[in-house]
């Protein structure tokens, strides 16, 4: 009887008495009939599991969550295997699934890893960086409970397709979509907004969520726009309170935004000299505009854009500079090593920053800044001090995201390349070649060392000094800056 | 009461003006100055009384000689018995801490660098030398070959900017940098009042720097040569470098044309000086990055540049949203 004595049992499992004789053969009875109604089951609990939680949960629910469900499957078949009477099967599974998921990790190993194994073969799944929130089966937002507003449909697409990228802007986006639906919100009878806003919000996110993994600014304006519905007071009218509300996110964007931006713009732009070669990665809005105002203001320098495949993002950023008369060279970032020599002062974005100092940023930013750091360049991060995150990352391979493989008949934007006879073919075709899969990580960590200063609103901060804003501003606000 | 606050921002530009070679520090000082008469002031009053206020300004003023006594009795638990240590230029603290150990009864000897071209060197080992503690004083250049000897580093500052590295007399960054090399712990003595919410990038960006610094002189080029040298308005790493080998014959005939030193400008008993117009080009500080510091020595406590830094950060976000 090797399913249930495997599992180290702590009082609380359902005692299997009658199946002790009958184990082997009922184990693999079970895996054979039980095979296919185990993995819809697995797959269900996966997407609802990873629809609903945070992308760093999402790593870890698809696990528990098909081990609970094996577990409630092996005690509910063997019971009823055994004594045969279908009124305590029907009983059992639902007593054995909730003391199953109590004891959530005792489960049939064996079981799970066959059945992983045949799960990733199905979908030609990537080999690796499963933790990665790849593609989802069932489209987006596949089994979210709750009805979703058009305005965040339309935003979930748009993250989808990648037609809104870069932090900043899915936050502003993001935030502006929750002004829409709170404005459209009507508080439904004997339920007060403070308590029933938050409830219909969770949704809405949960579905940004599953079009793309939960930018960290995002999650923190989220995090304290949760916060300002629950202190709304239960007397105010409703209109008065989701006015103060949309009032709330435009105060946000405009304070940790756009007026951060002006601050960032003001000193970086002191540390740009006359004669200087600035070298920038991708596209970074904040850099962006740091650049275009010091270049407006007066200050005479060059910029060498360093870009890389496949979101080729630093094209949007040259061709804004070379619009303003900025002296460009556009590079890829295979040709760093040979331009650093060069270079005066590197200015690089980021989509967060850990507590630790490390940011976490476009993929190759690391790279960059490592070269940087090699040949004594100083290394400028710029970021707003909302994209703080108390996480503490050591590599770029716990948490990533993928891009997402475009689909050739409904996306425009196909990585091709030719042939030697100068035939285009599309690179990321999986039924070209079914042992080639691409992978494309969109970001990676840049360890608090390779980098020199981080250009904040709050002023010039060594990575190592970072933390200590974030303990300041919960003492002044009351509240938690970011998980 | 904003009349005050603008006849002392008055006072401390005229006193930066006067004093060029420390503006640093005095630009630090004058901060803190600045940042403890605006505490003082009672927010809704038209006017303040001054006089009840004086105390505790005078009082302020003198707890920076204490400071220095502060600092010295951390210093002394870092001293053991038959300590070689190497100091750079001249530094209150510094020698202050030094005699208190001795008072204490410490064996310590000193190696003091000469610290050219102000020589600030000397007065240190006049100083040691008078209270009876031995001290040697070594060429700058010779720092790598004492280095061995010495069982740590110990310097004053200048200032000490945000990202907890510090402005010290020129001199001070290579000799952290051998320290480092030798695994000797780099020790820096600086008053709270030396803080400063600097944050240079590099050597070439403290504002110290300017385009005359480490410049090279305009000579009438042999033709060759011309097409080779770096434009005043090509962009470039903002300090000029040879990039070609052409160049190099352009130096050696510049050397020829000029006279060799003048040895008749010596004032000390070293008979070779740069001249004046050589001596003008080189900086009077330069910036140590934390990652060459080991400990600072405080008033507020012995912190690492880290801590010095998160200190620093704190701060200034507290005194900006009082």
Redesign the interface.
Known sequence: MTSVESVPSTSTQVPAVGAAPDGPPQRKQLTKAERRELQEKQRAAKAAATAAGAPAKAGNAPKPAPKPSQGQNTKASTPAGASGSTATASNAPATAAKKAAKSGKEVDTQLVDKTADLEAQRRHQTRIFTHFVGKKEGGLGAGIKGEIHPAIIRLGRQFADMKIVGANARCIAALVAFKTIIQDYITPQNLTLARDLTQYISPQISYLVSARPMAVGMGNSIRELKYHISVVSIDMPEQDAKDHLCEQIDTYISHRIVLADSVIEEYAMA?I?N???IMTYARSSVVERVLIAAWTRGKR??VKVVDSRPMLEGKNMLAQFVKVGI?CTYLLINGVGSVIA????VFLGAHAINSNGSVYSRAGTALVAMLAKEH?V?V?VLSETYKYSNNIQLDSFTKNELAPIPDPRTSSRRITTRDRLGNETDVDDETRNPNLQSINPLYDLTPHTHI??LVTE?????P??I???AG?RDK?KGMQLSV | MFELMEAVKDAATKLKRHYSHNSVSLSAGCDVFYQFISSLRDFGQASIQLDPKLPAVREYAQNTKQVKDTIADNVDAFIKDDSVILTHGYSRVVVNAFLLSHRKGRRISVYVTETRPRGLGMRTHELLTKAGIPCTIILDSAVAYAMDKVDMIMVGCEAVVESGGIVNAVGSCQMAMIAKAFNKPVHVLAESYKWTRLFPLSQYDLPTHNDHILSFDLVSTPPTSGSNSPLPGTPRRHHPVLRTTDSIPNLLFAAQRHPPLDTTMSTNSMSNVMPVGQAGRNPEVDYTPPEYITLLFTDAGILTPEGISSYLVTMSLRSESS
């Open positions: 540390k000299q004669g200087a070669v320098f060059s002296p060069e270079v005066s002062m004594s100083p400028l020199t200063v709050v002023g010039l901060i060594p190592s000094a933390s200590t804003l300041l002044d």
